[in-house]
Structures are given as structure tokens and as C-alpha cells.
């Protein structure tokens, strides 16, 4: 079998797929039409995020027979389409899982005890002590939508903190030992932290608005791991100004490009600028799940999940 690899990934991936005597070709360069012309004669193909995998492309891709998207998500791929056509779709969420949940934790503590502000005013030789007196996380309801890979690894942090832990999914009996899933009435009585965990589906795509926000019992803290587009940016920034939203820790955000490789090209709207001098906002590049370890862990996935299919 022929696997075209369109992204550079931990070389662990391309060495034991090479054990296994797969025929590895590497293209990280060709645009889409250009891969679209010759990807007929690959069986596999491994992707992180490079371009959208669309009706078009599996058309073109006549031999297809799986496609790795080293990462959690296949919002990229049409995976309808792919699956009617045979395509065996792979992901890895078994491999950044760990990175996710230590950096949700890492921004809900860092905003808590107002450590991004903070830093910023040592470094310009301030010392507010009063002013950055944070706040502690025990006693508090710590609220997840979407209790999968991600979710699930972010409860299991929070096990050694003094909280409590609820859940709300659209898939019924996901709870566990580290979090009561709920219905979504009661997950916004109660809840003083909301950590998103969604994937982008057109049920999560502008989930996080007005409408939304206003539902919630308490001002609360947003955090979001997940995908940017899940949370209208403006309505947040209105949420934030108002006090309901009393904080926000965002990885991900809706102006990110496809490949999750840039943001937008265009002016910056005045949301986003908000944002960015907000001292009650804590921003990443989309690097939750993005760590040394993940890396490894992503191409292992991969190269397990494809032996175990086709070897």
C-alpha cells in the first residue's frame, strides 16, 4: 500500500509505517489541485490539518482507502462522503487528550490567580499585590460540555482539587467517577466554570452566544479547548464587559483559518482587539494539545490504528 503524507508529523510515523513495509511518499508543499491530480495512485493518506478533504478530492482519490488525521478532530474531512465511498477515516484524540487537559487546568489557574496580568506588571516593575490577589478553585462547580477524550482527561485532573465536577453531553450515560452528567437546565443553574469539549459540528458551530450566555444562573468563567467557532466572538466580548462572563481562557478562537495554522488575513475585527487587552482573558495558539509528548503520542496513535486496520 502507498501512503502520500501531506504534513510533517513525529518521524515515528513515517519509520514504522517504513517496518511495516508501507510505501511512504511525502508532499508538504503541492496545493490541493495538485495533490487532487495524483492522489488516485495512493491507498492512505496522513494529514494534520493542510486543506479540506471535500466531496471533489475523494472523488479524485479513486484507490482511497484511509485517511489518518493526526489529531482529534475530522471536521476537515467530509466524513459522510468518505465513508460512503469506503474511505476508513482515522483519528488520534487518544494522543493530545493528556496535553488538553493540563492546559485547560494550566489557564483556569492562571486566571483564578491573575498570573498573565500579574507577570506583565513585574516585568514593567510594578508589584500590586492587592490588586492580583486571586481566587482559589475548591468549593467551586467546574461544568464540561462534550465529555469525551478531552473532557474526560480534564475531569481527571480536577480530581485533586476540592470541587465538583458535572458534565453535559448530548450522548446519554457518559458520566463517570470524576463527573455527573446533567441536564443542560441543571448544568447552568450550577456551574462557576464552563470548559468547553466539543467537536465542530453544526450543532456546536456559534453554540457559545447571547442567547446561550444569558441562561446561566451565575457570572461564570469560558473556557474553551475545543474549536474557535463554537463561540461567537462578539457575543463573548459583550459577556465579558457585562460581568455574566467574569473571565476567559481561550485556546482556540472563531477567526482561526481552516488549517488552524494562522488567524484571519483581513483587519482585526474589534472583538478580537478587546481580547487581546483584556487582563481577564488568557489567549494560546492552539496549542492545548500541542506538547512534546503529544506529538509523539498523535503519530503513535496513527501508526497503531492503521496496523491494526490493514496489517
Not at 255 to 275: C, G, H, I, V
Request: hydrophobic residues 40%; proline residues 2%; contains cysteine.
Amino acid at each position: 500500500m502507498k501512503i502520500l503524507h501531506l504534513d510533517t508529523n513525529h518521524k515515528l510515523l513515517l519509520n514504522q509505517l517504513n517496518d511495516l513495509d508501507f510505501e511512504n511518499h511525502e508532499d508538504y508543499t503541492s496545493n490541493k489541485e495538485e495533490i487532487e491530480a495524483k492522489i488516485s495512485n495512493y491507498d492512505g493518506l496522513v494529514i494534520r490539518s493542510r486543506f479540506t478533504i471535500d466531496k471533489q478530492f475523494l472523488d479524485a482519490a479513486t484507490n482511497l482507502k484511509f485517511i489518518g488525521r493526526v489529531g482529534a478532530g475530522l471536521e476537515n474531512i467530509d466524513c459522510d462522503y468518505a465513508e460512503k465511498k469506503g474511505v476508513y477515516l482515522i483519528s488520534a484524540p487518544e494522543g493530545n487528550r493528556n496535553a488538553v487537559g493540563e492546559h485547560t487546568l494550566g489557564m483556569l489557574l492562571s486566571l483564578f490567580n491573575k498570573l498573565n496580568k500579574a507577570d506583565r506588571e513585574v516585568r514593567e516593575g510594578k508589584w500590586l499585590r492587592e490588586d492580583n490577589r486571586g481566587i482559589e478553585l475548591d468549593g467551586r462547580t467546574v461544568g464540561l460540555i462534550g465529555y469525551g477524550n478531552m473532557g474526560k482527561a480534564f475531569a481527571k485532573k480536577l480530581k485533586g482539587f476540592d470541587v465538583e465536577v458535572l458534565c453535559y453531553d448530548i450522548k446519554a450515560n457518559v458520566g463517570d467517577e470524576n463527573a455527573a452528567q446533567v441536564s443542560l437546565k441543571e448544568f447552568q443553574e450550577r456551574v462557576d466554570v464552563v470548559s468547553l469539549h466539543t467537536p465542530q459540528t453544526p450543532l456546536t458551530l456559534n453554540m457559545v452566544n447571547s442567547e446561550f450566555i444569558k441562561e446561566f444562573k451565575k457570572p461564570f468563567w469560558l473556557l474553551n479547548t475545543a474549536r474557535g467557532k463554537s463561540v461567537v466572538t462578539a457575543d463573548l466580548v459583550e459577556a465579558l464587559k457585562s460581568g455574566k462572563v467574569l473571565g476567559a481562557g481561550l485556546d482556540v478562537l472563531e477567526y482561526e483559518k481552516k488549517s488552524f495554522e494562522s488567524l484571519f488575513s483581513q483587519d482585526m475585527p474589534e472583538a478580537f482587539q478587546f481580547l487581546i487587552q483584556a487582563e481577564n482573558v488568557i489567549l494560546s495558539p492552539h496549542v492545548a494539545g500541542w506538547t512534546v509528548e503529544s506529538k509523539l503520542k498523535l503519530a503513535q496513535t496513527i501508526v497503531d490504528k492503521i496496523k491494526a486496520k490493514f496489517c
